[in-house]
């Protein structure tokens, strides 16, 4: 349970600083991405992911719509070379309120450092931390579907999939 809703929180954070009307977006291809969590419980986990214009469009118009749903503020913004994203957002019974940074050219390279803490703590834990450092690999694989994220031990998933059987 704890780690399905941590990782909604920060994929609300990435997918909703990325709908800024001027943030940088990603290049189309192969992208690597490292996350890594500190905390009470330190975790690191790296994925692959084929990226278009279209399935990134699709991520950016999914959290906006939970950002409807779940936050109160989901304020975006650029700052210098940075998109900075604070929210307060409503998971369960827990507040999740968060800063993210994120900097890079987005053609080849990005970070992000994520602060989240939790009012009442989620499953004992008050405060998480979490780095997401993504690179451009090249060309998707053949026969790599757009959007399909290929996860730690080879297990392979694509959001768009769950998104049209949602509807």
């Not at 931390?129 to 993504?134: R, V």
């Not at 757009?146 to 949602?166: S, T």
Request: glycine residues 10%; positive net charge; contains cysteine.
């Amino acid at each position: 349970m704890r780690l399905p809703v941590l990782t909604a929180a920060t994929l609300l954070a990435v997918a909703t600083a990325t709908t800024a009307a001027d943030a940088p977006r990603r290049k189309s291809g192969l992208w690597e991405i490292t996350n890594a969590m500190g905390g009470m419980h330190p975790m690191t986990h790296t994925i692959q992911q084929c990226v278009d214009e279209k399935t990134d469009k699709l991520m950016d118009q999914t959290g906006q719509r939970e950002s409807e749903r779940h936050c109160s503020k989901n304020e975006i913004r650029r700052e210098g070379g940075k998109v900075i994203s604070d929210s307060v957002c409503k998971f369960d019974k827990t507040t999740a309120t968060t800063h993210a940074e994120f900097s890079g050219d987005f053609g080849g390279n990005y970070r992000g450092d994520i602060r989240t803490s939790y009012n009442p703590p989620m499953h004992g834990m008050k405060d998480m931390q979490m780095s997401i450092t993504a690179k451009w690999l090249g060309p998707c694989r053949p026969g790599q579907k757009p959007g399909e994220i290929v996860m730690p031990g080879g297990m392979k998933i694509n959001p768009q999939d769950y998104q049209q059987r949602a509807r």
